[in-house]
């Protein structure tokens, strides 16, 4: 007898897949354009990569206010509110 199936991805799974899709966005940037004059353009250019590669997504990310608050526990000088 052949143990059933499920067709549902484990959350961890789906979220190893938005994790490659952005570093692979990050890849692309980086061969399109490997010299920055300074650490401000480097920031800008990842900062307009990440905005691209979130329009892709569609799904709210579960938990997300309580990942937010752990968040800003552990770097509570590098999260603005």
Not at 35 to 51: I, W
Not at 57 to 63: E, F, G, K, L, S
Request: aromatic share 10%; charged share 25%.
């Amino acid at each position: 007898m052949r143990p059933s199936v499920s067709h549902h991805r484990p959350r961890h799974v789906n979220a190893r897949i938005q994790v490659e899709s952005l570093n692979s966005s990050y890849r692309r940037l980086n061969c399109q354009r490997s010299v920055f004059p300074d650490s401000q353009a480097l920031m800008k250019a990842l900062y307009l990569a990440t905005l691209e590669a979130t329009k892709k997504w569609t799904m709210p990310i579960r938990n997300w206010g309580r990942v937010y608050g752990e968040l800003s526990i552990m770097y509570e000088d590098r999260l603005e509110y």
